[in-house]
């Protein structure tokens, strides 16, 4: 269950630095920072680490950069870089001054590898991309040395000048870092550090025809960042080794590598690859569409920052893969919208009641609580008359026992309104549909009770026909039919699980007239419906609304158990 008390969680990356504190290290600074490839929109995933980072940095007086890993040409674009900004902001995180490229440090790079190749630590092979895969040996053999790999050091300077000026070919020549082709780590047998790519990078342009390799470069960006505490995800344990290989062999700054273990949620897929293959081909809207598990998706759905961040604390830190529920997301957004959301009233499904024997023109204002968890919330008045919209599934001409809902001959509570008794049923005549409930009302339950003891036990919410908006309500499904999205048979992907019915348009709904004034991005719970929260295409013309989610607590469910 999420924290109540609003203490910062311990975990064993804190664990780690306040031991590094105590002792003094790096004259007790704390610098983290958060280091995306704008390759696409950040996810959630993405948030629990900038949760983490930025957190860390906020707890011990510390600070935190965003730097864009934009080391590889090819596929950064600004849209990207636009959207993780805006992303890390909404969240709650200030970088200040602190935003860096990695593309900034492509010279400082280049002359680090003139250093490694000076000292003998590297060569420029000339193997083939192929000879060099041959080379490399296995988890269970060890590899061979390069014929390439003594060449003389004026002999590599040369070799990687003609790299660096364009004169040689892509995939002929790789400068490698001169490790040890038997280790057991296979990353640590001559990596490469710079290849040759003739392409253009969205910040630098034409001057590179070279560029690092990510596992030479990012120890380099936090070392020249002076970053104390690189965190990063489990799959860069083995690399650690080289990380620090580095480091030493350059001699220069030295930040300590911790790894935790990765996000995964079920009914979703958090890879930028897969989600950029949904975007791409149009199973989803874009990137920000309400089903995906983006940071741009979950805000359009209605998902709030302060819930993002709950999440995230709550679901912790750990050294050990694993999955996470999905309903704990949902529920930490019910934990916060609970307290904050406006309890208002739309009908998704409506039925038309006329109200026989109320006045024919007469409105009344009934007065509604805004918030029950909330007395600040205050109250509004809405509008009641002769004839009403009703849930269509908040009747039943045949309602089995323990039906408290509408049906012929029963009576139910309008909320904050009328006791109201269904008399006659009127239908379509080709159709057989239900068209309309006659019903009589109690003017003596106004405000939705009576001092006579009379037990009604079902209430409806409604809208006044002559006073209610359209509105156009998306109920969303998981995106995916299985908990796990990549289980699928031989030679089909993560595709093949997709949910054809993740999206539901209701066109015809009725809503409170009182949403009108709610700008786009604002929540609230939709009495007996969920919460929702008006669309950034919305328009007074035509209103539209996300369910962000249902009221059914599946989490609490299962921690009762
Ligand atoms: P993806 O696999 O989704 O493309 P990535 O790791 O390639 O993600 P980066 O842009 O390199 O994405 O990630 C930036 C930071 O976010 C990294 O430090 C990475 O460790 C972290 N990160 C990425 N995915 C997750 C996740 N699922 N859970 C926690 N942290 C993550
Ligand atoms: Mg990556």
């Not at 400082?108 to 003998?120: H, N, P, V």
Request: aromatic share 10%.
């Amino acid at each position: 269950m999420p924290d109540t008390d609003n203490k910062p969680s311990q975990n064993f990356i804190k664990t780690i630095i306040s031991e590094d504190i105590l002792n003094n290290k790096n004259n007790a600074r704390v610098h983290t920072r958060f280091p995306p490839e704008p390759n696409g929109y950040l996810h959630i995933g993405h948030a629990k680490s900038i949760c983490l980072n930025f957190g860390i940095a906020e707890q011990f007086n510390g600070l935190c950069n965003l730097r864009f890993d934009d080391t590889n040409p090819a596929k950064e674009e600004i849209e990207y870089v636009e959207s993780i900004m805006e992303d890390v902001k909404w969240l709650g995180f200030d970088w200040e001054d602190r935003l860096y490229f990695a593309s900034e440090y492509f010279d400082k790079f280049y002359e680090y590898a003139i250093q490694l190749i000076k000292d003998g630590n590297a060569y420029v092979d000339s193997l083939t991309p192929d000879e060099i895969r041959q080379y490399r040996g296995t988890l269970t053999e060890p590899g061979k040395n390069s014929p390439y790999r003594n060449r003389s050091i004026k002999e590599n300077m040369e070799l990687f000048e003609k790299m660096k000026n364009g004169e040689l070919e892509e995939g002929t020549h790789l400068l490698r870092a001169k490790i040890d082709m038997t280790s057991p780590n296979l990353n640590m047998r001559d990596p490469a550090i710079y290849r040759i790519k003739k392409a253009s990078h969205h910040r630098t342009n034409d001057k590179w025809c070279i560029y690092p390799m990510y596992d030479f470069a990012h120890g380099l960006e936090d070392s020249i960042e002076k970053i104390t505490h690189s965190i990063c995800t489990l799959e860069f344990e083995d690399h650690r080794p080289l990380y620090d290989w580095f480091l030493e062999k350059l001699n220069v700054f030295h930040p300590r590598q911790i790894e935790f273990a990765r996000l995964n949620l079920t009914y979703t897929v958090m890879s930028k690859r897969k989600l950029k293959k949904l975007v791409d081909e149009k199973y989803v809207s874009g990137w920000d569409d309400p089903r995906m598990p983006t940071v741009a998706g979950l805000r359009r759905r209605g998902y709030t920052a302060e819930s993002i961040r709950n999440f995230c604390d709550t679901i912790g830190v750990a050294k050990r893969e694993s999955t996470v529920d999905i309903a704990l997301l949902e529920h930490c957004l019910r934990e916060d919208l609970n307290k904050r959301a406006p309890r208002v009233m739309a009908v998704l499904h409506p039925l038309k009641v006329t109200i026989t024997n109320y006045p024919d023109n007469k409105v009344e204002q009934m007065q509604a609580v805004n918030n029950p968890e909330d007395e600040s919330a205050g109250t509004r008045l809405i509008p009641f008359s002769k004839t009403v919209y009703i849930e269509k599934d908040d009747f039943m001409e045949n309602p089995p026992k323990k039906y408290f809902r509408l049906s012929p001959g029963k009576e139910i509570r309008l909320k904050h309104a009328y006791y109201i008794k269904c008399e006659k049923v009127i239908r379509n005549e080709n159709t057989g549909e239900i068209t309309e409930l006659l019903c009589t009302y109690d003017p003596a339950s106004k405000g939705g009770w009576t001092n006579d003891g009379r037990k009604v036990r079902g209430t409806s919410h409604w809208v006044s026909v002559d006073h209610a908006l359209d509105a156009e309500i998306r109920l969303y499904n998981h995106l995916f039919t299985k908990q796990n999205p990549e289980n699928v048979p031989d030679g089909q992907n993560f595709l093949a699980n997709i949910n054809p019915d993740s999206l539901e348009i209701l066109k015809n709904c009725k809503v409170e007239q009182s949403l009108l004034d709610y700008p786009a991005g604002s929540f609230f719970q939709f009495m007996r419906q969920g919460y929702f929260s008006k669309d950034k295409d919305s328009a007074n013309e035509k209103m539209i609304f996300n369910r962000s989610v249902s009221l059914k607590d599946t989490w609490a469910k299962i921690q009762k158990k």
